[in-house]
């Protein structure tokens, strides 16, 4: 193997791909980039076997092709190191290549390209939806705060695409809160769905160029596989049964509370301050125009409460939350004005952007009480 290539694009490359290389693994060989160099064009991957990552970069003056195995943390703190410049990348047969720029170069050691582990793909009954890249990327940054880190419950560690002939709802939840994302921008021939675990999908979010319009997701039963540009990703879903997600959505909730997103949020950053570090807990009492929230913490001599002049319309209410769940919520919705629906102090309640607002029906979020004295 020997080529030129730039050495900010293949830095970049290894970069994007680099976040599917293990911290810790038994295999080794796992610790390194796989180089396939054919024709004008190396194709990179790294893996931790259950999220592979490959792009390919275009090279100059292909001299031999060829594949090897490079060692990830040598060659990016060298390229690093090295300012924007052609570089030439020469592999001999003693197990050792060079990287030589203007006024240098280094020898690395690389390893058999046939001791990595082959990546599997999807099967031919594999399904293809695609993705506006924004959608996407939104739809995940909307849900992935609100995934469990469950061992007992894997589906709950990931965020489930349900995807209809209609529409796309990505939804994520760790059983003390629920948020649904819609997009009608979405759809598929038939009914279809899969977990993605919370990693690859921080990944996505991470690397997904929004100059691609489009990304194209193709999967089976055991993995997908997402393109977007010289991108491509290939994960192992979460295999399991997702709860009915759509049962637990309250309905009739009647007691209505409508305010400013960014006002409430403020609020409860304020007082629950003085909240107990161990439950964080944070008290609603409701009536008709007002809100007050309040906090304390017994053991430390501490409280807080801050009154707000809302528009509220329903009974006399009092209820707590967890405020670090509620801030999470709050925090992740771009809406101006959000509308709160409240049944009573024992069951869920609803957030949802108000009306009056863009895409109103798009996300929603239910958060669980906690009882409060």
């Not at 690093?80 to 020469?90: C, L, M, T």
């Amino acid at each position: 193997m020997e080529f030129n290539v730039s050495s900010a694009e293949l830095l970049k490359a290894l970069m994007e791909v680099s976040k599917a290389i293990p911290s810790k693994t038994a295999l080794p060989i796992l610790e390194n980039f796989l180089f396939v160099l054919k024709g004008g064009s190396l194709t990179v991957t790294a893996s931790d076997q259950e999220l592979t990552l490959r792009t390919a970069i275009d090279v100059i003056d292909v001299k031999a092709e060829g594949s090897m195995a490079v060692p990830a943390h040598q060659i990016v703190e060298l390229l690093k190191q090295i300012p924007d410049q052609p570089i030439g990348i020469k592999a001999s047969d003693n197990g050792s290549f060079e990287c030589s720029w203007s006024n240098g170069k280094s020898t690395l050691t690389y390893f058999a390209a046939d001791d990595y582990p082959q990546v599997k793909g999807v099967g031919e009954e594999a399904l293809t939806v695609e993705f506006p890249t924004a959608t996407l990327v939104e739809g995940i940054s909307s849900t992935i705060y609100a995934t469990a880190d469950d061992e007992m419950r894997p589906a709950m560690n990931g965020i489930f695409f349900d995807i209809s002939e209609a529409s796309t709802t990505l939804v994520a939840s760790d059983s003390h809160k629920l948020i649904c994302y819609t997009t009608a921008d979405v759809n598929a021939p038939q009914a279809a769905s899969f977990i993605l675990h919370k990693k690859p999908a921080a990944v996505i979010k991470q690397i997904a160029d929004r100059e691609n319009e489009t990304v194209k997701a193709t999967f089976d039963e055991n993995t997908v596989v997402f393109q977007f540009g010289a991108t491509t990703m290939i994960c192992r879903l979460i295999v399991g049964k997702y709860p009915k997600y759509r049962d637990v959505i309250p309905q009739n909730n009647s007691n209505i509370l409508k305010i400013d997103r960014v006002q409430l949020l403020n609020t409860v950053r304020r007082v629950s301050v003085c909240a107990n570090k161990a439950s964080n807990h944070i008290k609603f009492a409701l009536k008709p125009g007002q809100l007050e929230l309040t906090a304390q913490d017994l053991g430390f001599g501490l409280a807080a409460y801050e009154k707000l002049i809302c528009d509220y319309n329903g009974d006399d209410l009092t209820i707590g939350f967890k405020s670090s769940f509620l801030i999470e919520i709050l925090n992740n919705m771009s809406c101006d004005t959000l509308v709160i629906k409240f049944a009573d102090a024992r069951r869920a309640a609803l957030i949802v952007p108000s009306e009056e607002e863009a895409d109103s029906e798009k996300i929603c979020g239910i958060i669980m009480p906690i009882m409060v004295s």
